[in-house]
Each structure stands twice: as structure tokens, then as C-alpha cells.
């Protein structure tokens, strides 16, 4: 890549991630975003087609992941799954317990972390499974659910893969938000898992989490001249 390039490049990484911050579908960070990048058509001479419809946007009112230890409250990095059920009013206190997932090559996929009745070892009703596996897919988590759904765990926690940093936001098919096997759900990071278990012999955990989806209006921009078509 050209010096020039790799400028421009930069420039217009750099609105994104520093000017615009978390760019979810409908939301007025990503809607910014869009009107950037059709400001750059504009100024190439591009022609372009403006698109508006509606999408599901899940705004988190109240998240927490807290160890309670010694009559301890420590709070613990975490991020919701966005789309998922809540928690009952006032959360849920209860045990944490670690569940390994199989691991299985789905073609160009790559790897999901599935989780089968064989990885159950342990009597988990009315708990928090805690399943480590990566959250880098997040469709294939509805089959877990409905495995979980027989054992009635109160929550669920996943952790990311070894090679992610921070902890990111993962999403649920919001079609299936009121389902019966849907359970509330957060995302913690490996690293932070292990040192949980490894530092306490029980864990006990407080869950709270209250989410709103609402449907937003999304701005969409297809570049069409010289006969191309690039959606944006």
C-alpha cells in the first residue's frame, strides 16, 4: 500500500474507532459513520443509493457479573450478549461452575466450540454455566441453549479463546429472545475465568442484567456509478 493510501486509510480508521466509538446497526454512531462514508463518495464524484429501514437495536440498561466472596463484592469485567433474555428483577446469586466445550472443525467456519450432553458432568440447575469456548460465532449458541435447556441453569457466562484480547460484544438471534431456552448471558475473558477458579474453591456469583430492544432506523449507502455496486 502507497504511503497516500495507508493515509487515507488511516484518516478514515481513525473517524471511525476515535470520532464514531461502537458503530451498532441503527444506532447514531454507525448512522454517523454511514453519512462519512457517503461525504467520501461525494467528494469522488460516486453516485450512490440511499437506503433507510428498520433494525433491532439492543440498548443494555443494567449489566453486572459480581464475585461474592468473604462477604466480598467484587465486580468483574464482562459484556452482555446482546439480544439474549434478562435476568429476573434484582438478579441472581448463585454458584458458578466451569463447563468445557468439544471442539470440532466446521469447514471454511472454522472452529465453534459446541456444547454436547457428554459435556456435562455435574449437576448445574439453578446455576451459572460457565462455558469455555469462543464467542467469535454467535448463531450456533442457540443449539446450546436448547442442550442447557433441559438441565435449567439460571445464567450462562462465555469466555473468549486464548487469542482475544479485552472482552468483546456478542450477539444472539434477537428472533429468539423470548424463547423458552434462551437464558441470560455474558461474556468474560479466558484469563479472567482461570483466575477466578483457580483462586477460589467455590465461586459464587451475583448476575444482573436488564436490556431493551427497540427497532431503529438504519441508513444504507450503495455505491452504483460506472455500473458498480458496492454495498457500504
Known amino acids: 500500500m502507497s504511503k497516500d493510501y495507508s493515509e487515507i486509510a488511516y484518516k478514515h480508521t481513525r473517524f471511525f474507532v476515535e470520532?464514531?466509538?461502537?458503530?451498532?446497526?441503527?444506532?447514531?454512531?454507525?448512522?454517523?459513520?454511514?453519512?462519512?462514508?457517503?461525504?467520501?463518495?461525494?467528494?469522488?464524484?460516486m453516485k450512490y443509493i440511499q437506503h433507510h429501514f428498520q433494525v433491532p437495536v439492543c440498548r443494555t440498561e443494567k449489566s453486572v457479573v459480581e464475585l461474592i466472596s468473604n462477604k466480598q463484592i467484587t465486580p468483574l469485567p464482562h459484556t452482555n450478549v446482546c439480544f439474549?433474555?434478562?435476568?429476573?428483577?434484582?438478579?441472581?446469586?448463585?454458584?458458578?461452575?466451569?463447563?468445557?466445550?468439544?471442539?470440532?472443525k466446521m469447514g471454511?467456519?472454522?472452529?465453534?466450540?459446541?456444547?454436547?450432553?457428554?459435556?456435562?458432568?455435574?449437576?448445574?440447575?439453578?446455576?451459572?454455566?460457565?462455558?469455555?469456548?469462543?464467542?467469535?460465532?454467535?448463531?450456533?449458541?442457540?443449539?446450546?441453549?436448547?442442550?442447557?435447556?433441559?438441565?435449567?441453569?439460571?445464567?450462562?457466562?462465555?469466555t473468549t479463546d486464548e487469542s482475544q484480547?479485552?472482552?468483546?460484544?456478542?450477539?444472539?438471534?434477537?428472533?429468539?429472545r423470548e424463547a423458552q431456552y434462551m437464558l441470560p448471558s455474558f461474556i468474560m475473558n479466558k484469563n479472567d475465568v482461570n483466575k477466578l477458579f483457580s483462586q477460589n474453591d467455590k465461586v459464587i456469583l451475583h448476575v444482573e442484567l436488564k436490556t431493551q430492544v427497540q427497532k431503529k432506523r438504519k441508513h444504507q449507502y450503495d455505491r452504483c456509478d460506472r455500473g458498480y455496486r458496492q454495498a457500504r
Open 165 to 176: 484480547q479485552g472482552i468483546p460484544y456478542v450477539y444472539s438471534n434477537f428472533e429468539y
Open 84 to 104: 439474549c433474555t434478562d435476568t429476573p428483577e434484582g438478579g441472581l446469586t448463585a454458584e458458578a461452575v466451569l463447563i468445557h466445550s468439544d471442539v470440532k
Open 108 to 158: 471454511v467456519i472454522g472452529e465453534i466450540y459446541p456444547i454436547s450432553d457428554k459435556c456435562i458432568k455435574t449437576d448445574i440447575k439453578g446455576k451459572i454455566v460457565v462455558i469455555e469456548r469462543s464467542v467469535l460465532m454467535d448463531y450456533p449458541d442457540i443449539d446450546t441453549y436448547k442442550v442447557l435447556e433441559k438441565y435449567k441453569p439460571a445464567a450462562v457466562i462465555f
Open 19 to 45: 470520532e464514531c466509538g461502537e458503530r451498532i446497526a441503527g444506532t447514531t454512531p454507525m448512522n454517523k459513520a454511514a453519512e462519512h462514508a457517503v461525504e467520501v463518495f461525494r467528494s469522488l464524484g
